[in-house]
């Protein structure tokens, strides 16, 4: 169990965190402290959470176990001035700012235990998917915080450079994107075969929710699945070959490698 843990921003993403380590009774929500400009975000969150909040990063952040950076990138070099110098050695910093490196946070706050993540917008359902990778300040115990954050989200997997956080943009941070579109042109198929549109968007979301569970817990390859259900000049074998025809492979491919490359593009430029 966490002793307290103070976030500098209370967005959504901010309360999914919150919401999970109550839920999984990892922090008393009396030790939870939100720094929050806007004064209606900071009542709703006493409201649905019964935790603390204040409108000062550094007040939030005094004597905390974990702090943990929730704010927009636009926001982050003013709350970093708040924040510098008033935070103690073995104090965490855990950010989910998007595109803000290890080096500029250390920099920026005079701290060197310091852990950055890239999680995803499933993670307010429980269901997220974070990468994070951490300084070498960061002790056994650090990290044991950090992952223990984290599965509050769903999962988690460390990786050992930073640079592997620009690809984890691109795969599981955009992720949600490429699926909901692909979502959406499933449905928009199924109602032009004359279904209603809330059956197709039933038909195609548990469709999409089962064969994810079923990957996971299966411990097949992906291809062995996907041989499963694609029966010799079968309804799925015609359907594959037109997707195949399609170049969804290539297309996919490109998408990813964009968004990995403008990731990398975002971080330099900061």
């Not at 929500?29 to 603390?52: D, F, Q, S, Y």
């Not at 579109?181 to 279904?195: P, Y």
């Not at 549109?197 to 996907?226: F, N, W, Y």
Request: hydrophobic share 50%; glycine share 10%; with cysteine.
């Amino acid at each position: 169990m966490l002793k307290s843990i103070a976030f500098v921003g209370g967005g959504a993403m901010g309360e999914a965190i919150i919401r999970g380590l109550i839920g999984k009774a990892l922090v008393e929500a009396r030790n939870i402290v939100v720094g929050e400009p806007v004064a209606e975000r900071r009542a709703a969150l006493v409201a649905r959470h019964g935790i603390r909040t204040t409108a000062s990063n550094a007040e939030a952040t005094l004597g905390a176990e974990v702090v943990l950076l929730a704010i927009k990138p636009q926001h982050a070099a003013a709350a970093f001035r708040e924040l510098r110098g008033t935070l103690t050695a073995d104090q965490l910093v855990l950010s989910i700012i998007a595109g803000v490196t290890m080096p500029t946070i250390v920099e920026a706050l005079d701290h060197r235990r310091v852990v950055r993540v890239m999680p995803n917008t499933p993670a307010q359902v429980g269901e997220g998917m974070s990468v994070w990778t951490a300084t070498p300040d960061v002790n056994e115990a650090g990290r044991l915080a950090a992952r223990t954050i984290l599965e509050c989200l769903g999962r988690e997997v460390a990786v050992p450079e930073e640079k592997y956080l620009d690809m984890a943009t691109a795969l599981n941070g955009s992720g949600p994107g490429y699926f909901f579109l692909f979502f959406e042109a499933m449905v928009d198929a199924g109602v032009r075969l004359g279904f209603a549109r809330p059956i197709a968007e039933l038909l195609v979301l548990q469709t999409a929710l089962g064969s994810a569970k079923m990957a996971l817990e299966s411990g097949k390859h992906l291809a062995e699945l996907r041989n499963l259900v694609t029966s010799p000049a079968g309804t799925t074998a015609a359907g594959l070959a037109e997707l195949e025809e399609g170049r969804l492979r290539s297309v996919v491919d490109r998408a990813v490698f964009a968004a990995y490359e403008r990731s990398r593009e975002l971080g330099q430029a900061k």
